[in-house]
């Protein structure tokens, strides 16, 4: 993502780069349940594991005589903001914030997800993997779609609609019926979670262009270690709740954090925003200084 928000510095091309980016993430994550439950009901776990190493292998070869090694070096003369300082400021750490909660969310779901299925509608054990297909499907066109809509200034609200939008998937869930009702409400999380992320990775190298030298390679990687510090506690969180309370409990915590969350996200939108006025000001003049000196002018005479 730091080579993406390298090569394309235009905001919208910025946007639908790594949206595509995210966009793939989520096929691959709503192809992994389908494939490894299928795989393991009629294949086996071994075929399952050794066809995907195969995949794997394959494409990493590919892309080394691909792409190739080389190291480039960096002739700009600007050294780029460090970890600690990008950390330092407070909009970079909302930011942050909510990638954590995106990944509590995920987490969550996918460590407790599967028992409450098992434990309530007993499905086919193919059928398991299928139950987080809609939920990943809808996560990855999200977050490639959002980056291709025209949102002017109100770009930065839509992280914030979002979480709404996450809050209603998790508080519908346990009152599903069926095994295929479940479709819906992770549907509606999986919109809702794609929405933050489409928006707040690129926006995270807008961030470092505004306030900070540009680096972007340690603004993605902090991003990449607040997704995964989400993931590895939300199934420690949501399984304790679990055990102590029950499953609609462990969805309903989670809407709340999301909701409590949820106003923190205007602080960044509203500096984006005032930092966007004068760029747009400057354009026009700029624009308006262009114009042709030879058109013909007004005679009031």
């Not at 990008?86 to 969550?108: E, N, P, Q, S």
């Not at 979002?162 to 998790?170: K, M, Q, R």
Request: with cysteine; aromatic share 12%.
């Amino acid at each position: 993502m730091s080579l993406l928000a390298r090569t394309y510095t235009a905001k919208n091309e910025r946007g639908k780069m790594i949206g595509l980016c995210l966009g793939m993430i989520g096929i691959g994550t709503a192809a992994g349940p389908p494939y490894g439950s299928v795989m393991n009901a009629f294949a086996g776990k071994a075929a399952t594991f050794l066809t995907l190493a195969g995949i794997i292998a394959s494409l990493g070869i590919f892309q080394l005589l691909y792409t190739g090694l080389k190291i480039e070096k960096n002739n700009e003369g600007k050294r780029p903001t460090a970890i600690w300082d990008l950390l330092k400021d407070v909009y970079i750490l909302i930011a942050l914030g909510a990638l954590v909660i995106v990944g509590l969310l995920f987490g969550g779901i996918n460590g407790t997800f599967t028992s409450w299925l098992i434990g309530r509608f007993n499905p086919f054990k193919w059928q398991l993997g299928l139950a987080y297909l809609p939920f990943s499907a809808a996560y990855g066109l999200t977050a490639n779609l959002i980056n291709f809509v025209p949102l002017m200034s109100w770009r930065g609200l839509v992280p914030i609609l979002g979480f709404v939008v996450s809050c209603v998937g998790l508080i519908s869930l346990p009152f599903s019926s069926s095994f295929f009702a479940t479709f819906g409400s992770t549907l509606v999380l999986g919109f809702g979670t794609g929405l933050t992320d489409g928006i707040i990775f690129p926006d995270m190298a807008t961030l470092v262009d505004i306030r900070h030298t540009s680096g972007y390679g340690s603004i993605y990687a902090l991003a990449d270690i607040a997704i995964n510090v989400g993931l590895i506690a939300g199934p420690f969180l949501a399984s304790g709740i679990v055990r102590v309370l029950s499953f609609p409990w462990a969805m309903w915590i989670l809407a709340i954090i999301c909701f409590v969350y949820t106003p923190c996200l205007i602080a960044p939108w509203y500096m984006m925003k005032q930092h966007q006025q004068p760029t747009e000001e400057t354009e026009i003049l700029l624009n308006g200084s262009r114009r042709p000196s030879n058109q013909p002018t007004s005679n009031n005479n």
